[in-house]
């Protein structure tokens, strides 16, 4: 089942439950899945599984970020719905990497594409990036990736 047709069962099941909070999660998660798909041409159920999940990872991210920011404005309770949403996102994204294991793909890459030098990061970051989509930050790979291209 793809991720569209798993957030489209989600909705159903949080509308039964009555859940809020899940619901304004999932039904965010849709509307931003069929905004892409609607740039394409296509239906939201046509959006491969590898781009719903670079919108996943940018709407937690988004979340945690709004729920930090809310956090220093002393907002706690919006900053606890942030919260509970981007709870509900991050059932959707796969695990996420270690320092150690992200260290150990971009070596990996850098040694199938035989980087040597900062010139070569666009290139790396690209693969990288894919390689890792939903599991590690792209500051975080970047970082690792400048660290040895140096």
């Known amino acids: 089942m793809s991720i569209y047709a798993t ?3 989600g909705i159903k099941d949080a509308m039964r439950a009555k859940d809020r909070d899940r ?8 509307s931003k899945l069929m905004l892409e798909a609607a740039k ?4 939201g159920e046509d959006i491969p599984d ?16 709004t729920a930090e920011l809310y956090d220093g404005q002393g907002r706690a309770d919006l900053a606890e719905e942030e919260r509970a949403q981007a709870t509900v996102i991050e059932a959707f994204l796969p695990t996420a990497l270690t320092e150690a294991e992200i260290e150990a793909k971009v070596e990996a890459i850098i040694a199938e594409t035989g980087a040597s030098s900062m ?3 666009g ?20 970082g690792i990736v400048r660290a040895k291209l140096k």
């Open 119 to 121: 010139a070569d990061m």
């Open 40 to 43: 394409d041409g296509s239906s």
């Open 50 to 65: 590898a781009t719903a999940m670079g919108i996943l990872s940018k709407l937690y991210k988004q979340r945690m970020e």
């Open 7 to 9: 957030i489209s069962e």
């Open 23 to 30: 619901l304004a999660a999932l039904r965010d998660i849709k």
């Open 123 to 142: 290139k790396v970051m690209g693969l990288a990036s894919a390689a890792m989509a939903g599991q590690a930050d792209g500051k975080v790979i970047s």
